[in-house]
């Protein structure tokens, strides 16, 4: 089973249906990282190529996990943006590249659309590996794998997004693909941290901590960026912590079976206590584990062949 | 002397209150005479040395349009537009006058420059080149130029566009100052700081596609302030692109308390929302933003009322070393010279604007607010003149711009209205019959 599309780019233009068809295709992956050898021949031939405008670690190392494990060449390009020497489009970039044949090109950056702009420049597929404050498809994926999981379902699901929802990536897409299969999101931060016409991606909107944990099934804690403080944006940690970060006390206002997502890196004791993180609800981890299987589904997805013939290697 | 008579065309010169059929005689680079086609009983000689005819039956004639807002790029970004491509966009646009803004490199911020702009307008130039000197030295915003020495060479405004004057009371000079010379001080109206690092409008689109956003505010509060110095100093205003329904608001009710103020809006900014956004192209950002739906509805019932004077392009052109990159690097901008004329008339299509006041606003009502004594035809004008079709249509192919850069939103559309020729001080010069098609 193939995705009617060439590449990745964003949650927002998948159909529910390429949602299922991608996590189930990840649940049936999972098996193969639990193998002694962690290895299928699906994609031997295909090479990927990893270009990360910005610094990662989890994100890059999961996407270069999984094409291995696919049997895929993986090449890792880190470029800071600014050596990026002047007078190189990225077009000139996206044409360079394209150059080399790969099959596959997995992009970061730290500008919105530039996975979208790279893909009107390249014929080979175009992995999201998150653009600016627009979309980190993958990362939804692997959420919404790791909740389907423990709940079962998502339909009929209350999601919680709380934090910094401005600048978050992770937000929009997880709005958008919650929503899709079914579960009613709320975001949550404060009102510096929620951008304008947000209720128009499908969520509800809240500045209330509180209300926001009551009834939700799942809550996903965001990173905050300390240096959104020079931006006004919040006047303190200390402040931000006792007014959004998430901790045992607040914690008691949420439902027994609640479970816990953050997308890393954890602040420990601003957005997030350790207790909670390290605590029975949390399942931080297993969106890390999720993250290679939901990797793997994508590049079979755009690369690979036949869901038949993936079983049978 | 060469004789041009232009015959049988649909006159329409609203600034005369004329609209009607008339044969237009052009002597010497003037207008001689303009006689009622019905009436006119002058044999021409076909074929006489020094005569041009032009038969326009059919067609629309048009005092040449003026652009109160180009940049020709030159001096300093040849590689972007040139004098003599950004005129020859302008003549094939209709446009027989721009003024050129003064952020080239080195600034237009000396009498040196603004005579190197003249010289080369003048050797290679299609349209006629009025330059905008900058108000303060190399814009940076602290230091007055001399005004005195710009409008001695040929400057006929004074703009820092590009780079907001932010501090309130260098604006106040500019406009006290500038009224020895009658010259309006244009205003790049717009709050750095407001504005931030945004890249396109801010609202819902902004967030959904995860661009930081340009809130409204930020112009709005400079329109404020400029309106405001303007009353206090009875200085000479113009505001130049207006793109909020706050900013036509402002200005509207300083008109009304008499406040010496006049206003430009884009063809873009009249006829895109942010929505062009989606997609991240690139040909879609320019300063200030793409705004809401509201804001282009206000931006037409300014023009319709008379709150906005000009439809101005802020040509700006901009090469692939600017735009094939990120979003957020991208420069600012794009080409507006040779889609002006037919965008303005898709608005009176649509319904909406009549024809007279798009002509209006790009014919007379610059002329007036930058003195220019143009955009009228009358008996001993100068023989500035545009001939349209306002039956055909065209399809905008960025290849065959005349301007050397092609950032062009609007490729591929297709738009009604054609510019059939241009005629400046009596020459022709621009022909769409002569042109490969």
């Known amino acids: ?313 | 002397m060469n004789r041009l008579v232009i015959k049988g065309g649909r006159l329409i010169d609203p600034s005369v209150n004329v609209d009607g059929l008339f044969n237009i005689y052009i002597m010497g680079g003037r207008v001689g005479t303009i006689k009622p086609a019905d009436r006119d009983t002058t044999e021409l000689v076909e074929g006489a040395p020094g005569l041009e005819v032009i038969d326009a039956t059919g067609l629309v004639v048009l005092p040449g349009f003026i652009d109160a807002h180009t940049h020709l790029r030159e001096p300093g970004f040849e590689y972007k537009e040139t004098i003599k491509t950004g005129t020859q966009a302008a003549s094939s646009g209709g446009f027989t006058s721009v003024l050129c803004m003064a952020n080239t490199n080195p600034v237009n911020d000396n009498a040196s420059v603004t005579r190197y702009i003249l010289d080369k307008a003048k050797a290679e130039g299609t349209a006629s080149v009025h330059p905008i000197g900058a108000v303060t030295v190399g814009q940076l915003g602290e230091r007055l130029t001399e005004f005195g020495d710009l409008k001695a060479a040929g400057c006929v405004a004074f703009s820092d566009d590009g780079v907001p004057i932010t501090d309130g009371t260098v604006m106040r000079r500019a406009l006290e100052y500038s009224k020895i010379f009658g010259a309006p001080v244009v205003s790049h109206s717009e709050d750095p700081r407001l504005a931030g690092a945004g890249v396109m409008n801010e609202g819902a689109v902004s967030t959904r596609l995860g661009l930081k956003g340009i809130p409204n505010a930020a112009e709005d509060a400079m329109v404020a302030r400029d309106l405001s110095l303007a009353e206090l100093t009875g200085g000479r205003l113009h505001i130049a692109h207006v793109s909020t329904r706050g900013a036509v608001e402002l200005i509207r009710s300083a008109k009304a308390r008499g406040v010496n103020v006049t206003a430009e809006t884009t063809p873009h900014h009249l006829t895109l929302t942010d929505e062009a956004v989606v997609g991240y192209d690139t040909f879609t950002k320019m300063n200030p933003p793409l705004r809401a739906r509201e804001d282009v509805d206000a931006l037409r019932g300014g023009l319709k009322d008379g709150t906005i004077d000009c439809i101005a392009t802020d040509h700006a052109p901009q090469s692939a070393i600017e735009k094939d990159v990120e979003f957020d690097k991208a420069a600012n901008g794009i080409v507006g010279l040779e889609t002006a004329f037919s965008l303005a008339y898709g608005l009176v299509e649509e319904g909406g604007l009549t024809l007279d006041a798009i002509i209006r606003a790009l014919t007379i009502n610059p002329s007036r607010a930058f003195s220019l004594n143009k955009g009228s035809l009358r008996v001993g004008s100068q023989a500035d003149i545009v001939i349209v079709d306002l039956n055909r249509t065209w399809k905008v192919d960025p290849s065959r711009l005349k301007s050397k850069s092609k950032n062009t939103p609007y490729g591929g559309r297709t738009l009604k209205g054609v510019v059939i020729k241009t005629v400046v001080n009596g020459s022709v010069v621009y022909d769409a019959t002569k042109e490969n098609s």
């Open chain 1, 1 to 313: 089973m193939r995705l009617k599309r060439k590449d990745l780019l964003g949650i927002e233009e998948l159909e529910k249906s390429e949602i299922e068809q991608l996590l189930s295709t990840a649940e049936s992956f999972k098996e193969v990282s639990a193998r002694e050898i962690k290895k299928v021949p699906t994609l031997r031939g295909k090479t990927v190529i990893n270009l990360f405008y910005e610094p990662s670690t989890r994100t890059r190392t999961s996407f270069e996990i999984a094409a291995k494990r696919m049997s895929a060449d993986a090449v890792n390009i880190s470029v800071s943006t600014s050596s990026v020497s002047k007078g190189e489009t990225l077009k000139d970039t996206a044409k360079n590249l394209e150059a080399m044949r790969p099959d596959c090109i997995v992009v970061r950056h730290s500008s919105s659309g530039t996975p979208q702009m790279l893909s009107k420049y390249v014929s080979c597929s175009v992995v999201n590996a998150g653009d600016g404050a627009h979309e980190h498809p993958s990362q939804a994926l692997l959420d919404m794998l790791t909740v389907k999981e423990k709940k079962g379902r998502i339909d009929g699901l209350k999601l919680s997004i709380i934090g910094d929802i401005t600048h978050s990536r992770v937000a929009r897409s997880n709005i958008y693909g919650f929503t899709k299969l079914g579960a009613e999101v709320t975001v949550c931060g404060p009102p510096t941290m929620i951008p304008p016409g947000m209720e128009r991606l499908g969520c509800r909107v809240t500045t209330d901590m509180n209300e926001a944990l009551r009834g939700a099934d799942v809550i996903m804690m965001l990173r905050i960026q300390m240096e959104r403080q020079k931006e006004s944006l919040f006047p303190s940690v200390r402040e931000y912590s006792r007014l959004y970060g998430l901790d045992d006390a607040k914690l008691k206002g949420a439902k027994d079976d609640v479970i816990i997502l953050h997308p890393g890196p954890i602040n420990r004791g601003v957005e997030i206590s350790s207790e909670v993180a390290d605590g029975p609800y949390s399942l931080i981890l297993d969106q890390v584990t999720n993250g290679v299987a939901v990797r793997m589904a994508i590049f079979y997805m755009l690369l690979g062949g036949t869901r038949e013939e993936a079983q049978l290697k």
